[in-house]
């Protein structure tokens, strides 16, 4: 498991900011408690000692909320997953880093994710994980596993598709982690580092100049569906 060693200093924020994040941290506390849909804004409102009004300004829904934890989880992710990339070139290990440190990060909010994961299939909702919405925060998770390839020598075919790739393995692990009852998570543990070992091994396979063609037709599907 990686954790957060850094010693990052807290920028100082405005008025604004501060009870913008107020907020943001009593909703996440109570989405944690009481649920997602049992939550209402008044709710989170009322713990955060503000009135209603003042809640509605800075977010107009519990679904801005949600949007504003996303970011903050993307932002966190490539923050944490640099930090452990600084010291090793190895892709094995940058690779561990880059999934571990996504459960780290979200290890707390199961129950959320899991009320969360019924818009995923809906891409016009503004939750979807798919969806248009949701764009920017999938471009920064996808620029973790660029970052974590950045060392690698790759064919520009392969180098284009993989932390497309490698995005969806991880959000199929983040989806076995939401129903992973086994104790600190350890069955997504031993799943991330089972499936590095699997992507570094592919990797030597899939790189092969006699594989090219079969690559070149791969690519072709992804950028038909648009996945490129």
């Known amino acids: 498991m990686f954790k957060d060693v850094s010693s990052r200093a807290v920028p100082q924020r405005t008025g604004s900011e501060e009870t ?8 996440l506390a109570l989405f944690r408690e009481k649920g997602f849909e049992e939550t209402t804004i008044r709710d989170i409102a009322t713990r955060a000692g503000l ?25 966190e992710h ?25 459960i780290d990060i979200v290890h707390d909010d199961r129950r959320l994710l899991r009320a969360l994961f019924r818009y995923g299939g809906d891409p016009d909702h503004s939750l979807s994980w798919f969806g248009a919405a949701t764009r920017g925060q999938r471009e920064l998770s996808v620029g973790v596993f660029e970052e974590a390839l950045s060392s690698e020598r790759l064919p520009e075919d392969v180098r284009e598709a993989a932390p497309t790739l490698l995005w969806t393995l991880h ?16 069955r997504t543990r031993k799943l991330i ?25 791969v690519m072709g599907i992804l950028r038909d569906a648009g996945l490129l």
């Not at 209603?52 to 932002?75: N, P, T």
């Not at 490539?78 to 996504?102: E, G, N, Q, V």
């Not at 959000?171 to 350890?186: A, V």
């Open 20 to 27: 913008r994040q107020q907020i943001l941290d009593t909703a």
């Open 51 to 75: 009135s209603l009004g003042a809640a509605y300004y800075y977010f107009e829904s519990k679904e801005a909320i949600v949007g504003a934890y996303y970011d903050y989880v993307q932002r």
């Open 78 to 102: 490539k923050r944490r997953a640099a930090l452990a990339f600084a010291p090793t070139r190895k892709l094995a290990d940058r690779l561990r880093a880059a999934f571990h440190t996504k």
């Open 171 to 186: 959000m199929g692990i983040l989806l076995f982690f939401l129903y992973d009852d086994s104790p600190q998570e350890q």
């Open 193 to 217: 580092d089972a499936s590095t070992d699997f992507v570094v091994d592919a990797k030597r396979l899939v790189t092969s100049p006699f594989l090219r063609p079969i690559r070149k037709k």
